[in-house]
């Protein structure tokens, strides 16, 4: 757990998500869970051994599998966009079983933990923005065009840092399986790199923090990822073989070779959901 900015902590370290909270006069509001319980509930702890108090609100950036999987375990209301509430609604047991098995099959350490996982879903929902009130600080939720159905973050204007959820991720692969609009993701970037975010420090939905040059090569990996598909889409066929593609993506970003299979599967899903995308168009 780092401290980067008054009463703003974050740890970048747990397999999954990163994860954050703000510290107030009476307690926290956390900011996305981590993905294995055993994670989940370490990092309660450490909250309430950080602020003193309990955790008031869980801020969720997305409904992605990862942030859902042991949110419950934080003991506190989960607070998302109104579109996280219907993906997660949607998702049925057999879903979650591969999700829980995905996990245990990349860390059997954890599959004792893992065996009796389950997702929980948000009971506080937004359309467009969302302000909570606490001991005297204002902490605003805002939806945007993400990577996923749901992307939203928190920018603390008073500390100038900014939650960016999976929107950015640093040196990790993107998850586009589900991503909703790979144009207005790319607008969202784009406006990270103004001058009104100079100053900001970011902190990415995985990756270390970092500051709005980091949204460069994300930005590079969805526009070269959109040409290449946009190129096959003209062929007009409803499936295209993205295997080449898979190829020549994989390299943008570092992969160990124990997720080397796992990140292919993640470049060819998030493919074939963008040539749908750019099909349709």
Not at 225 to 240: F, N, Y
Request: proline letters at 6%; hydrophobic letters at 40%; one cysteine or more.
């Amino acid at each position: 757990m780092k401290k980067i900015a008054s009463d703003i902590y974050v740890s970048t370290k747990y397999h999954g998500v990163n994860v954050g909270f703000v510290r107030l006069p009476h307690g926290a509001i956390a900011i996305d869970a981590p993905t294995l319980p055993g994670d989940a509930r370490a990092w309660r702890q450490q909250i309430l051994e950080t602020t003193g108090g309990p955790i008031l609100y869980l801020v969720l950036t997305d409904g992605h599998p990862d942030r859902l999987l042991s949110a419950g375990l934080l003991e506190a209301p989960i607070v998302a966009a109104r579109q996280v509430y219907e993906h997660a609604s949607a998702y049925t047991d057999g879903f979650w079983r591969g999700i829980v098995d995905g996990w245990t099959r990349r860390y059997p350490e954890a599959a004792d933990e893992l065996a009796g996982a389950k997702s929980t879903l948000p009971e506080i929902m937004f359309s467009t923005s969302l302000t909570l009130h606490k001991g005297g600080n204002d902490l605003t939720i805002q939806s945007i065009p993400g990577g996923a159905p749901g992307s939203a973050w928190i920018h603390l204007q008073d500390q100038d840092v900014l939650f960016a959820g999976d929107t950015l991720l640093v040196d990790v692969h993107p998850f586009m399986a589900a991503t909703p609009d790979t144009k207005a993701w790319l607008d969202t970037l784009t406006m990270l790199r103004r001058s009104r975010f100079s100053n900001t420090t970011i902190v990415p939905g995985r990756g270390p923090v970092c500051d709005q040059s980091a949204t460069r090569p994300l930005s590079d990996y969805i526009a070269l990822a959109r040409r290449r598909i946009r190129s096959l889409s003209t062929s007009g066929q409803p499936r295209v073989d993205t295997s080449a593609l898979v190829s020549e993506l994989l390299p943008a970003f570092s992969v160990t070779e124990r997720e080397r299979d796992l990140v292919q599967r993640r470049i060819k899903a998030g493919m074939e959901r963008l040539y749908e995308e750019l099909h349709e168009e």
